[in-house]
Structure formats: C-alpha cells, structure tokens
C-alpha cells in the first residue's frame, strides 16, 4: 500500500488493531451465543454465521496484508492466489446470502408472530444457511473455471489482494466471458439477495405502520434497525466494485473500496448488534 516506512508503521498498527477488534468481537459474540441458553433463537443463529464468516473473511486478507507491509519479497503463488481469491468468494458469497434469511427472520417475527417458532424451526434454519454457503460455493467453481482458462501477462504485478478484477486485469486474452461470467454470478447473488431484503423489509414497513401505539412503532423499527445497518453498509461497496468490471477508477480509490468492505465492516458487525445490546 506505501512505499514510506512511517507511513507502513501506522498501517500495520491501525490494521492489526482493526484485526484484534474484528476476530475478539466476533468470537466472543459466537462464544456468547452458544453458552447463553436464552439466545439459541433463529435470529442470533444467524447472527452466529454471520460472525464467523467475518472472521474468515477478514483472515483471507488482513494477516497477509500485514506481512506485506514490512516484507522485501511480496510475492504469493498462482495457486496461493487462486486459494485466497477462492476462499474471498466463498465466504463473500456467503455473508452476502446470510443477510437475506436474517431479513426473513425479522419478517417472520414483525409480520407472523404466532407463526414465527414453527416458520423458522431449527430445520429451516439448517436449509437456510446451507443455502447460503451452497451458493458461495457455485459461484467459486464457475469463477475460478473461467479465469484458470486465461493467459496471464507480464509483470505479474498485483497492487491489491488476489480478487477477481485485479486478476482479469492481467489478462492477456481477452477476458469477456469471464468478466460476464462474474457480472452474472455476482450480480445473481447481489440483486437476489436485495430484492428479497426489500420485499420482507416492505412488507415489515407496512406491518409496522399499521400498529396502533407510537412505543409498537418504535420497538418495531429498533428490532430491525441493526440488520439494516449492516445491509446498508455492505451492499453499497460491493455492488459498486463488482457490478462494474469494466469501471476506470483510480487504483488508491478501488483499495480504499476494497480495504473498506473486506477489513473495517467485519470489525463493525458485531460491534453494531452486540452495542445494540
């Protein structure tokens, strides 16, 4: 990210610290969740997946990230590379699929009430994420198929983390398909994932403005307000990077895009529920 030796010494402290936050906050809400008997519901089910994505998520980039800063020889592997961008969709993916059901859930208990404990049953849950990580895993064999097929130039040189659009700009052939191929997959997976977050969160909108009483009101809009936050903050930074390959923004803005969703929105996830709390 610098080539100043000052400059690395304050990214490498702001950056661990930033990966401290993020792995002690998300383990200990997972810890949380599974030794508080009271919060074995649906909602912090999902909350708990949602955290260990993070933490994977966010090991994927960081440590290696941290290493570089001070490293004389930073080089990774076509294999290492493949891995790291392997796992990055997976777990993107993922976390991205996660948040949908999570929106259901809300649904579910603001909309169906009397409903809610045989809606979302425990096997539900199960097929839900499932689902979820079922996803990540298609959309990494189709991207990872498609840009193995490329014919890379040189220099191999890569001012980034091993992520699709940086990769396909190596490419000497000409990188069309994959670039569709990457637009359909994440572009299914983003705007599946939205339309149906608006649709339960319309239906939710709706549910509360028909309760009678301002405190019903408010507890309905608070039950939901953690959830929103965090759709709001993760979906406006990867549709914008990766529902435009094609787009010519400058190399320290696309980092910084990048640096935003895979590093400093992990670390705020648990801190946005667990506050709340």
């Known amino acids: 990210m610098t080539d100043n030796h000052q400059l690395a010494v304050l990214l490498f402290g702001l ?3 930033i990966y401290i936050v993020t792995v002690l906050g998300n383990l200990g809400l997972l810890v949380l969740i599974q030794v508080s008997y009271h919060l074995h519901t649906p909602m912090y089910f999902f909350l708990s997946n949602l955290s260990f994505l993070d933490v994977c998520f966010s090991s994927i980039i960081t440590p290696k990230a941290l290493a570089n800063l001070f490293s ?3 080089e990774v592997s076509f294999l290492g590379c493949m891995t790291q961008m392997g796992l990055f969709i997976i777990f993107a993916s993922a976390e991205c699929n996660v948040l949908a059901p999570m929106a259901y859930d809300r649904y579910t208990a603001i909309c169906q009430p009397l409903l809610y404990h045989i809606t ?9 994420v499932a689902g979820c990580y079922l ?13 193995t097929q490329l014919s ?22 000409d990188p069309w398909v994959t670039q569709i191929l990457v637009v359909g997959c994440g572009g299914f997976t983003l705007v599946t994932s939205v339309v149906l977050i608006l649709v339960f969160y319309i239906s939710i909108l709706m549910t509360i403005l028909g309760i009678p009483s301002v405190s019903g009101k408010q507890k309905g809009f ?11 903050l993760y979906y ?3 549709m914008y990077t990766y529902l435009q390959p094609s787009r010519h923004g400058s190399q320290a803005g696309n980092q910084m ?12 996830n648990p801190l946005i529920y667990s506050l709340r709390n």
């Open 257 to 268: 895009i990048s640096i935003f969703y895979t590093t400093v929105i992990p670390m705020l």
């Open 135 to 147: 996803g990540g895993f298609v959309n990494i064999i189709v991207v990872t198929i498609s840009i």
């Open 72 to 74: 004389q020889l930073q």
């Open 15 to 17: 950056f661990f610290i």
């Open 236 to 238: 406006r930074t990867t």
């Open 222 to 232: 608070s039950t939901c307000a953690s959830h929103l936050t965090v759709v709001g």
């Open 152 to 173: 890379f130039c040189e220099p191999h040189v890569i001012s980034h983390f091993c992520d699709i659009l940086p990769l396909l700009a190596l490419a000497c052939s």
């Open 120 to 128: 979302m049953s425990r096997i539900c849950c199960l097929l839900l």
